[in-house]
């Protein structure tokens, strides 16, 4: 019989996000709306769809072997899992999602030791009691099924709320009080789990390729030619091209040379290159990224 790794991704606002990632580590995920058992072409992996909020639950218990999930849920959750890997791949940006408290702008309350009586809603109801009994404050906290931020202005006196930009809190006329914790997508393992060799060797080789994938995110490779007689004077100017791989070409006293920087340095990089003597300069992406 062969064997198999049970892995849970999130469904929903993070499903898309995380299908992509996996694609560029090596693993083609197909989801049907009508199972929430995704096909993927890698014979000793079961994709579980399940929501973010519950992954940790279910691989701490052991129907999951690992899964990918947010820090907030494991603890919200109080889960005892081993933490495998951080990845930075959120809906919007590649930072961290943050949990805030938040109240209308034109409210009185301006910390959380004004929240003393007051009632709070939100979907994150544990770490929300944890954060007010750090600050010696009781206030009543309820959970919030959805529409949170309109219930800040007629229903509750302030909400702890998720935001990567912040856009959707200033639009609903919302301010920000203070931040409860940052986020980020976590591979976690069922200790049981870890344990086992062939799981673990598993579990490892989609943290290194996932880790790969999202390197090569930020980054792009740039070949060029340059003249022997320059290539000093190119190196010396560009530190970013220090540890560049130069091999010789076809013509005599010219070499290629190839190397790989962060992306958003390349506008300005590239015409360096040109004015240093550089020639066929190609800009190409990249899957993966190891170290």
């Known amino acids: 019989m062969k064997k198999k790794l049970r892995f849970?991704?999130?469904?929903?606002?993070?499903?898309e996000a995380t299908i992509e990632k996996m694609a560029k580590a090596g693993f083609n995920i197909q989801v049907s709306s009508r199972s929430y058992i995704p096909y993927?072409?890698?014979?000793?992996?079961?994709?579980?769809l399940i929501r973010a909020q519950e992954i940790?639950?279910?691989?701490e218990h052991g129907y999951l072997d690992c899964g990918i999930t947010g820090r907030d849920w494991i603890q919200e959750n109080d889960s005892d899992v081993h933490e495998v890997g951080e990845f930075l791949f959120s809906k919007a940006t590649r930072q961290p999602a943050r949990w805030v408290l938040a109240v209308p702008e034109n409210s009185r309350i301006k910390s959380v030791k004004d929240l003393k009586g007051k009632r709070i809603a939100t979907e994150v109801?544990?770490?929300?009691?944890?954060?007010l009994r750090k600050h010696g404050v009781k206030a009543e906290v309820e959970f919030s099924w959805g529409a949170t931020e309109f219930k800040a202005h007629e229903l509750v006196d302030a909400i702890v709320e998720l935001t990567e930009t912040g856009s959707s809190?200033?639009?609903?006329?919302?301010?920000?009080?203070?931040?409860?914790?940052s986020s980020t997508p976590r591979l976690i393992a069922n200790h049981?789990?870890?344990?086992?060799?062939?799981?673990?060797?598993?579990?490892?080789?989609?943290?290194?390729?996932l880790k790969g994938a999202l390197e090569a995110e930020a980054k792009v490779g740039l070949k060029m030619n340059i003249s022997e007689a320059k290539l000093a004077k190119l190196l010396k100017s560009l530190p970013a091209l220090r540890n560049p791989t130069i091999s010789s070409l076809s013509q005599?006293?010219?070499?290629?040379?190839?190397?790989?920087?962060d992306e958003h340095v390349v506008r300005e990089i590239i015409p360096r290159l040109?004015?240093?003597?550089?020639?066929?300069i190609i800009e190409y992406p990249l899957n993966k990224v190891v170290y």
Request: cysteine-free.
């Open 192 to 209: 049981t789990a870890w344990k086992d060799k062939w799981k673990r060797q598993k579990v490892e080789t989609l943290a290194l390729l």
């Open 56 to 59: 940790s639950r279910y691989v």
């Open 40 to 48: 993927v072409d890698d014979e000793e992996l079961e994709i579980r």
């Open 252 to 261: 005599k006293g010219w070499v290629a040379v190839e190397t790989i920087i």
């Open 274 to 280: 040109k004015a240093a003597g550089a020639e066929g």
């Open 8 to 15: 849970g991704l999130p469904k929903g606002s993070l499903q």
């Open 125 to 131: 109801v544990n770490l929300t009691r944890k954060y």
């Open 169 to 181: 809190l200033r639009a609903n006329k919302l301010r920000i009080v203070d931040t409860l914790m």
